[in-house]
C-alpha cells in the first residue's frame, strides 16, 4: 500500500512540473518590460487569444539601430528584417531613425531575428527608454526558481518574477488592446 501511495506522490510531483511549464509553453502573451541587455525583465504578463500563426508576433519599443541598405533595423534583442512585402504604415522607410518608437507584426525566421509583415509609429505619447512589449507565443519556458521564470517569446528571453500570468486578470483584459 505504501509503495502505491509512494508512486502515485511521485507521479503527482512530475505532473506538477510539466503543467508548471506547460502554463506558459505554446500559449501566446503579451508581456511589458525592460530591455536589460541580457532579459526582457517584465513589469507586466497577460494571456493572450493564440494567434492561428505561432511564429507570428508584434512589437513595441524603440528603435536601436537602422540599416535601410540591408533592409534591417533592431529593437532590442531582435534584428527586425523587411522585404518589398513589408508594409510602412504613417512612415516611410527613410523616417526609420533610432530612438523612434515603431509597431512591428512578423514573423520569426531565424534565431534574434524577425521579418516585419507591417512597420507602424506607436502611437503612444511616452516610452521610457528601453521598454519593449511583446506579444507572441512562448516556446521554451523553464521550471520557476523562487519567484523566477525564464521563458522565450520567439527568440526574445523574458524573465519572469512573482507569481506570473494572473488568468482572471488577463481574461477580462479586452482582448484586442
Known amino acids: 500500500m505504501w509503495r502505491a501511495t509512494v508512486l502515485a506522490l511521485f507521479h503527482f510531483s512530475l505532473s ?3 503543467l508548471a511549464q506547460d502554463a506558459y509553453t505554446g500559449k501566446t502573451f503579451r508581456i511589458v518590460g525592460t530591455w536589460n541587455g541580457t532579459n526582457v525583465e517584465t513589469s507586466r504578463i497577460q494571456l493572450r487569444d493564440a494567434d492561428q500563426d ?3 508576433a508584434q512589437l513595441i ?3 536601436d539601430a537602422v540599416d535601410v541598405a540591408g533592409r534591417g533595423l533592431r529593437i532590442g534583442p ?3 528584417d523587411w522585404n518589398d512585402k513589408t508594409e510602412f504604415k504613417g512612415l516611410s522607410k527613410t523616417e526609420l531613425k533610432p530612438a523612434s518608437v515603431v509597431r512591428v507584426t512578423g514573423r520569426k525566421h531565424g534565431q534574434g531575428r524577425w ?6 509609429p506607436n502611437v503612444s505619447a511616452a516610452w521610457p527608454a528601453g521598454q519593449l512589449q511583446i506579444t507572441g507565443t512562448v516556446v521554451a519556458a523553464s521550471d520557476a526558481v ?3 521564470r525564464q521563458i522565450d517569446i520567439l527568440g526574445v528571453p523574458v ?3 512573482g507569481a506570473g500570468y494572473n488568468r482572471v486578470d488577463s481574461l ?6
Open 16 to 18: 506538477c512540473a510539466v
Open 54 to 56: 505561432v511564429r507570428r
Open 61 to 63: 519599443g524603440a528603435i
Open 78 to 80: 531582435l534584428k527586425i
Open 115 to 120: 521579418l516585419a509583415s507591417s512597420v507602424q
Open 146 to 148: 523562487g519567484d523566477e
Open 159 to 161: 524573465r519572469l518574477r
Open 172 to 177: 477580462t483584459q479586452r482582448q484586442d488592446t
